[in-house]
């Protein structure tokens, strides 16, 4: 059938300015990685976070970032992280493949992300590590989870991947925590050319190794040569914490994607401010619909990276709206985020086991509505009508 608005996995449309940029990077980047145009954009995302310079890293993908974070954690057997069980999957098997035991977090069942009080009840004297993912664009409560982090001894990874620009009380997203992870994703608001991300580091001496550890192993010698070419063009050794060696990988991003990435930093919080305006439109509109049930936050706390309901009278009638959105209007609803307990991927690796309600009644219930930033005006008023007629229809 015809599909008049799909859940398009493309976020943004480039302006020709920012294709521009593209252009003269391809032309001009000697080397086309690990160049000046990656040290520019890790400079001014730095400045974008109100961090200090040098402890944000570009990374080839959000995974990436979260693969080197899950490293730096260095567990130790028996070790464990407590991470919400809603969530994008790449948020959690770094740190089961780093040797760590997955303890799963409830969500809070109006802004959708783990609370401290979700988490606290989670940690005992193996816990190591709280991932707090930062999911559809909202910021948790971090000056709790910190709190609450601080207080306990516990390593806080924020997943910001989702969440580029939102702010709680003036502070970004991923800004908070020890460690803090983006995704410049085809889907995000921020996007470098399909894949992209980016790690922030808080610790100097763990930021001082990462670009050992994300370009393999590659350092300066530690002494003077008197021929350049000896003995050879670098060195290579194993990036070490204390006593302890990390295996390096390479995780970079090219120069022509840090380039984009650094002239679309101009224009985030445009876009953020245009999706969220949209979002609450739409909300607004539809406030008289009890079927629908979704998160408002008129404030900078969210991005609407994604535009996600709950469907009030349960599953039945979730997939009910859903196939008459796609069947009957041509619009492409989706349903995102399985409990991870749920897949068959941490249940066999025993994981299985949850006490997460709100998490299972949120997903069972929900669905995402195409929101990508270039979705046209007409396409948008078309959803909204759409949506009333369908949940008419329904009732």
């Keep these: 059938m015809d599909i008049r608005v799909n859940f398009s996995g493309r976020a943004i449309r480039y302006t020709e300015e920012e294709i521009a940029v593209v252009a003269e990077a391809m032309r001009t980047a000697d080397p086309l990685t690990q160049g000046e145009y990656m040290r520019a954009f890790e400079r001014k995302f730095a400045v974008y976070q109100g961090v200090p310079e040098g402890t944000c890293f570009t990374t080839m993908n959000g995974c990436a970032a979260l693969e080197m974070s899950a490293q730096l954690c260095r567990f130790r057997p028996g070790d464990e992280v407590v991470i919400p069980s809603h969530t994008f999957t790449a948020s959690a098997y770094p740190y089961l493949k780093k040797g760590a035991r997955l303890v799963w977090a ?3 069942p109006v802004s959708r992300v783990v609370t401290a009080e979700s988490i606290e009840p989670l940690i005992t004297p193996r816990t ?5 993912v930062h999911l559809y664009g909202y910021v948790a409560d971090m000056p709790a989870i910190m709190a609450l982090c601080e207080e306990r001894g516990l390593i806080c990874i924020e997943d910001a991947a989702q969440a580029i620009g939102a702010e709680v009380e003036g502070q970004k997203a991923g800004s908070f925590g020890h460690m803090g992870i983006f995704s410049f994703h085809s889907h995000k608001n921020l996007t470098t050319l399909g894949e992209g991300g980016m790690l922030y580091v808080k610790d100097p001496d763990l930021a001082a190794i990462i670009p050992a550890l994300r370009h393999n192993g590659h350092c300066a010698y530690s002494f003077e040569r008197a021929d350049y070419w000896k003995p050879a063009m670098g060195n290579v050794d194993v990036p070490m914490l204390g006593n302890e060696m990390l295996m390096p990988s390479n995780y970079c991003l090219g120069e022509v994607e840090c380039a984009l990435g650094a002239k679309l930093l101009d224009r985030i919080d445009d876009i953020n401010d245009e999706k969220r305006r949209r979002a609450l ?8 619909c ?3 049930e979704f998160h408002r936050v008129d ?3 969210h991005n609407y990276h994604l535009l996600a ?3 009030t009278a349960g599953p039945a009638m979730r997939d009910a709206f859903m196939r008459a959105m796609y069947e009957k209007k041509g619009i492409k609803c989706v349903v995102q985020y ?22 299972d009644a949120f997903f069972d219930s929900m669905v995402s509505f195409p929101f990508q930033h270039w979705l046209s005006e007409d396409d948008f008023e078309y959803m909204l009508v759409s949506t009333r007629e369908v949940l008419a229809d329904l009732r």
């Design 106 to 108: 409830d969500i809070d």
């Design 128 to 132: 190591k590590a709280v991932v707090v």
């Design 281 to 288: 439109r739409f909300i607004d509109a539809l406030d008289d």
């Design 290 to 292: 009890s079927e629908l």
């Design 299 to 301: 404030s900078r706390r």
């Design 309 to 311: 309901a709950r469907i």
């Design 338 to 359: 399985i409990p991870l307990d749920r897949y068959d991927f941490y249940r066999r690796h025993g994981l299985d086991t949850a006490s997460c309600p709100h998490a």
